[in-house]
C-alpha cells in the first residue's frame, strides 16, 4: 500500500492563461475589456474594516433581493456563488444524483465533464450536429440530469426558446441547467419559463457582461425547492462563499443597469464589424450571438494562426480537441484591439500568400 492509493486522481479543468504581462492584447478567456460601472469602483472604496474583519453575511442578503428583483422573481428564486463556476459545481452535487447518466453536448464548457468526474457523475457526451447545433431529440432520452450552455461556447450558437422549453417538458422529474453565461449578448433567456417549470435552472455570471470576471460572482434561477437544496448543499460545505467585498460590488452593478446595457451593445457592435474583416480575410465561421467568435481560416490551420498571433502577443483560444481544433475562438475585445487583431492577420495571411 503506498500512501498515492488513497489519493483522489482527476483531471482538472485547463483555463485559459492569465500572462503576468500587461502588453499584450487578451482575446482568450472572454473576460469583458471595459472596466465594470463607475458605481462598482464607488462600492469599492467605501468598503471599510468591518468587510475585512468579520465574517461575511452567509446569506448574502442583499445581493441575492437585487438579483431577484432585476428579475422580477422572489429572494427564494435565487442562489449566488463564487462564479458560476461555483454556482455549476454546487448544480451537479445537488441535482445529478440519479447514478443515471446526465447529457451534454460533445463541444462545449470543457468543466462540465470536470464535475461529472469530480463528483463521480456518469455523463454521455450528445454530439452536435454537422453544423454544431444541438438537437433537442438527442435529449430526450433516459437521463439523470441535463446541462447545456446558451448560446453554447465556445461555438456561440443560440438554441431557440421553444427547443429549450421542448427538452424542460420532456425532462419533467430531472434537473435541466441552462447556463446563460453569455445570455447577454444574444439568444432568448429561459428565465420567462422558471414560474412554468419546477425542473429547471438558469445560471448567469457577472464575468462577462458585468466586466466583473475578478470579483468571482455567479447566481442561479430556480424555483424554491431547487434553491432551498442549493441552499442546503451550500451550507453543508461552506457558509461564507461570498466575501463583502464582492456582494457590495454585485449590488453596484446590478443597480447600474443603464452603464450594463451600453457596454453589452458596444460590444455586440464591435462584434458584428468583426466579423465583416474576418469573411474578408478568408474565415468562416459560426454565426456567435456572444462575446467571442469561432472562426477557422480556409487555408491556413488554427494552431497555426493560435501561435504566429501569441508571438506577436494577441492571445486567442485554441482547443486541440477533435472537430474543432482548426478553429480559433477569438474574444470581442476594444475596437482598437480587434482592428489590431484584424490588421495583424491581413498582413500575416497575405505574407503567406506571398
Ligand atoms: N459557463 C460557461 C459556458 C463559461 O464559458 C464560463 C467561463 N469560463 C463559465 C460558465 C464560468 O464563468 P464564471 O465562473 O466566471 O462565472
Redesign the pocket.
Known amino acids: 500500500m503506498m500512501i498515492e492509493d488513497n489519493f483522489r486522481k482527476v483531471v482538472p479543468y485547463v483555463?485559459g492563461e492569465q500572462p503576468k504581462d500587461n502588453d499584450v492584447i487578451k482575446l482568450n478567456?472572454?473576460e469583458n475589456p471595459y472596466p465594470p460601472s463607475p458605481s462598482v469602483l464607488d462600492a469599492l472604496a467605501k468598503v471599510d474594516n468591518n468587510s475585512f474583519r468579520k465574517y461575511p453575511d452567509p446569506d448574502v442578503t442583499d445581493l441575492v433581493q437585487a438579483i431577484a428583483d432585476y428579475h422580477h422573481f422572489k429572494k427564494e428564486n435565487v442562489f449566488v456563488g463564487v462564479?458560476?463556476?461555483?454556482v455549476?459545481a454546487m448544480c451537479f452535487l445537488s441535482f445529478f444524483n440519479s447514478g443515471k447518466e446526465i447529457l451534454f453536448p460533445d463541444v462545449s464548457?470543457a468543466?462540465y465533464k470536470v464535475w461529472a468526474d469530480l463528483f463521480q457523475i456518469k455523463y454521455r457526451e450528445v454530439p452536435l450536429d454537422e453544423n454544431f447545433n444541438i438537437v433537442p431529440k438527442d435529449y430526450m432520452v433516459d437521463n439523470g440530469g441535463i446541462v447545456f450552455?446558451n448560446p453554447n461556447?465556445p461555438t456561440g450558437l443560440t438554441l431557440p426558446l421553444s427547443d429549450i422549453e421542448d427538452i424542460i417538458i420532456e425532462n419533467k422529474h430531472k434537473v435541466v441547467i441552462v447556463?446563460e453565461?453569455?445570455i447577454d449578448f444574444g439568444g432568448e433567456t429561459a428565465l420567462s419559463l422558471i414560474n412554468k417549470y419546477d425542473n429547471l435552472i438558469v445560471?448567469r455570471?457577472?464575468?462577462k457582461s458585468r466586466s466583473m470576471?475578478g470579483m468571482?460572482i455567479?447566481y442561479c434561477i430556480g424555483n424554491e425547492q431547487l434553491i432551498s437544496v442549493l441552499n442546503s448543499v451550500k451550507f453543508s460545505f461552506n457558509s461564507y462563499t461570498m466575501s463583502d467585498v464582492a456582494i457590495k460590488c454585485g449590488v453596484a452593478s446590478i443597480n447600474d443597469d443603464t452603464y450594463f446595457k451600453n457596454i453589452v451593445a458596444k460590444i455586440i457592435d464591435t462584434r458584428e464589424k468583426t466579423k465583416e474583416s474576418l469573411t474578408k480575410l478568408g474565415f468562416t465561421f459560426l454565426d456567435s450571438s456572444s462575446n467571442f467568435i469561432f472562426a477557422k481560416h480556409n487555408e491556413i490551420s488554427g494552431e497555426e494562426l493560435f501561435n504566429a498571433l501569441k508571438e506577436n502577443k494577441i492571445f486567442v483560444r485554441h482547443f486541440n480537441a477533435p472537430r474543432i481544433n482548426d478553429y480559433l475562438r477569438i474574444t470581442i475585445g476594444t475596437e482598437r484591439e480587434m482592428e489590431e487583431l484584424i490588421s495583424f492577420l491581413d498582413s500575416y495571411i497575405s505574407g503567406k500568400r506571398g
Open positions: 483555463p478567456t472572454n462564479g458560476s463556476d461555483d455549476l464548457y468543466f450552455p461556447a447556463d453565461a453569455y445560471t455570471t457577472f464575468s470576471a468571482r455567479g
